[in-house]
């Protein structure tokens, strides 16, 4: 089993970074094969939104994403970690979610187990928590907890005892979680607005055809 721990932050030794090495750590005590990787130092450019992989499945961007991309399809189960900059996830998270794009167009991280860290300073958390809900939802991911942390100065996390002890249970939990073996049905391959889309032919758009002429 692999899971991968992602830290969007562009800060190098920064809390997030500790708090996903700590959530690491335990997935590797759990019995799992587990890889770090951090977007600080890495060239991983926005999505151009040219659509070209919905017909290659792959992205013409060439920068370490190409390489990202990989291990993300091969793992079994993912930890984002991010601070919050102004009530949200971080730009770098938002650029990595979108170039996950095509894995996404093709079901690539369907049953894949996602987990979150989110640190702030004071506040923002619920904000992270919606937008990777909704992109797990989205994915078909399956979703485990969502880990709160606060700090500000560099290490400062490690005095919150609550999210230390958190982020390793995490790594615990998706590792019991990916052992479960839980997958959606097989009959609902993807989410319900693209399976209507296909079974049915009636786009998820009100400007396409949604609702009766």
């Not at 979150?116 to 907890?145: K, P, R």
């Not at 590792?175 to 399976?195: I, R, T």
Request: with cysteine.
């Amino acid at each position: 089993m692999k899971v991968i721990g992602v830290v969007c932050s562009l800060r190098k030794n920064s809390n997030t970074y500790i708090l996903v090495e700590l959530a690491l750590g335990s997935a590797m005590k759990a019995g799992a094969e587990t890889e770090l990787l951090a977007m600080s130092g890495k060239q991983i450019a926005p999505c151009h939104g040219c659509s070209a992989c919905r017909d290659s499945g792959t992205c013409r961007i060439e920068d370490d994403m190409q390489e990202w991309l990989v291990k993300f399809e091969q793992a079994q189960a993912i930890i984002f970690g991010t601070p919050v900059y102004f009530f949200n996830l971080s730009g770098s998270a938002k650029i990595l979610m979108d170039r996950l794009f095509p894995l996404y167009i093709f079901g690539k991280l369907t049953n894949k187990i996602g987990g979150v860290i989110a640190v702030a300073n004071s506040l923002g958390h619920t904000g992270v928590w919606h937008t990777y809900t909704t992109f797990f939802n989205a994915a078909h991911m399956l979703s485990a907890d969502f880990v709160s942390a606060f700090a500000g100065l560099e290490g400062e996390v490690r005095k919150d005892r609550h999210a230390v002890q958190a982020s390793k249970e995490l790594g615990r939990q998706v590792v019991d979680l990916a052992s479960c073996q839980f997958k959606y049905p097989a009959e609902y391959p993807e989410p319900l607005y693209k399976l209507v889309a296909n079974k049915y032919g009636i786009d998820q758009s009100p400007h396409r055809g949604r609702f009766e002429k």
